[in-house]
């Protein structure tokens, strides 16, 4: 559940990358021995030469190959730090901190927790950590099904990634791909009994995931994606208000079960 | 050899270094980063008498060259710092100062007293300019009749190293660095957050929820280090340096201009050993320029 290793800077190199109209997968080395990551934790990446992106940008995990010193980002190019960040060419060195925040809470091994239906819905770029999760509850005894929901076919990323390790819904609100409407409008979340779910994407969707859950009362956790500024607790601006009061995102978060939060 | 250390007062430093209130936690979120016992000092998070909440999110704005923030000192009070968080970090190996704010002038001297019976803590940093806080903080720091009785009544009780930090949103800094001065402060420490804002032209809507906040960064430095060379002219009480600072060049320019010691402060959270590699980067730089003592850099600004 926590970070247990210690929090390192660190720096990469940009070794591989696929990109997209919108976004980029960024595949980076490093010469250093990666600590411990758990699925949910993420990076902060500083972003060099950019005068107006002064702050490092936070960054969910998206794959890691320990053994190789690999890790994987998914950017979306969403202001001018996180399109500086995938313009990156190959080879480009890119600073790091890490690891960061907590993680998502992983089931016992599946003969053992007599949960059978895991559900990881991922809306837009917010479908980023689920494939490492995926591939945790596979090496747990899981097979995942991967609810992904996007605006458009092209929202809709590493298909391929997923389908390794689960089985994969679609939704996209125009029908370009899956079903149209939302996530929450798939005929999956009708057809099985959801013992479990995971969630990351942009608030209203992780919202309407969150009341979704409670109404068929399954337990339920989601990926806040808050501003911040520092990643490591100190400046406190990236605080969700729970019924613990005002909590840090970065280190008692990013991931929360929906029962923590005041939605 | 350089001699790296400086005098605030009484308050010896072991170098130039310090790391600012609300950018630095209470030094624990940094452990795994850096050793402490490389820097001058740090100022511990702004403690209030009561627990704050803190405004709502979003709390932060980043510009170009900074970000604004309008955190609104959240901390759980003093009694939970004195119980909770100071036997964590008292044997910290450097100076750890408390920021004080307060609404009221017997907020101020309250908290003051309590944090006075603290063996480990050598002094503490009056908080007069917090922008973000509607009922006090900066009401004290922008008027020189306030500011003149919060110092005065925190120094009848306080004994210890008294730094006061100063608000850049006025007219004349000096006129207020001069009232501190008189009324006992042991150094000043300049500046707080310029009050700022933004806006997201899309939505048609303020980014922070307080609507104006704090701004910090580099986009600061020319501001601070005007006010801190106006202050180190005005006033015979050393002066702490701080905004803006992300580098070594920089901490210097601000010791140029007048400053006893400096603070780093937003640069933290981009770099988390900037604090260690600044006062690595003053050595060398006294090396570099024969000077013996870092103190040698204090106001030493050639204008000839």
Sequence with gaps: ?263 | MVDLSVQLKALRLKNPVMTASGTFGYGEEYLDFMDLSRIGGIIVKGTTIRPREGNDYPRMAETASGMLNAVGLQNKGVNYFVKNIYPRICDFDTNVLVNVSGSTVEDYVQAAEIIQELDKIPGIELNVSCPNVKEGGMAFGVSAKALCQVVKEVRAVYRKHLMLKLSPNVTDITVLAKTAEEQGADSLSLINTLLGMAIDAEKQRPKLSTITGGLSGPCVKPVALRMVWQTYKAVKIPVVGMGGISNTADAIEFMLAGASAIQVGTANFIDPVVSVTIAEGIEDYCQRHGLKSASELTGALRLD
Aim: aromatic share 8%.
């Design chain 1, 1 to 263: 559940m926590s970070s247990i290793a210690n929090k390192l800077v660190l720096d990469f190199i940009l070794y591989e990358k696929e990109e997209w109209p919108n976004s980029a997968l960024m595949k980076f080395k490093t010469t250093e021995i990666l600590p411990e990551i758990f699925p949910g934790q993420f990076v902060q990446v500083k972003v060099e030469d950019s005068p107006e992106t002064y702050l490092r940008r936070p960054l969910s995990v998206n794959f890691i190959d320990r053994g190789n010193s690999c890790l994987w980002l998914l950017v979306q190019k969403v202001g001018p730090g996180t399109r500086k960040l995938a313009a990156l060419a190959l080879d480009s060195k890119v600073n790091m901190i890490l690891p960061l925040g907590n993680s998502f809470s992983l089931p016992e091994p599946k003969k053992e927790s007599g949960i059978q239906n895991i559900v990881l819905i991922g809306g837009g770029i917010g479908t980023a950590p689920l494939l490492f999760l995926g591939k945790s509850l596979r090496e747990l005894g899981y097979l995942p099904n991967f609810l992904l929901g996007g605006r458009s076919a092209a929202d809709i990323l590493q298909l391929e990634e997923f389908r390794l390790y689960g089985k994969v819904f679609i939704t996209t609100q125009d029908g370009t791909l899956g079903e149209q409407g939302l996530v929450t409008e798939h005929s999956i979340l009708n057809e099985i009994q959801v013992d479990r779910i995971y969630c990351c994407g942009p608030k209203p969707m992780m919202q309407a995931v969150a009341s979704l859950a409670k109404k068929i009362n399954c337990w339920c956790e989601v990926s806040l994606e808050n501003l911040m500024a520092c990643g490591f607790g100190a400046c406190l601006c990236c605080v969700e208000k729970t019924n613990k009061g005002h909590v840090c995102t970065c280190t008692e978060g990013p991931v929360f079960n929906i029962n923590e939060l005041l939605w």
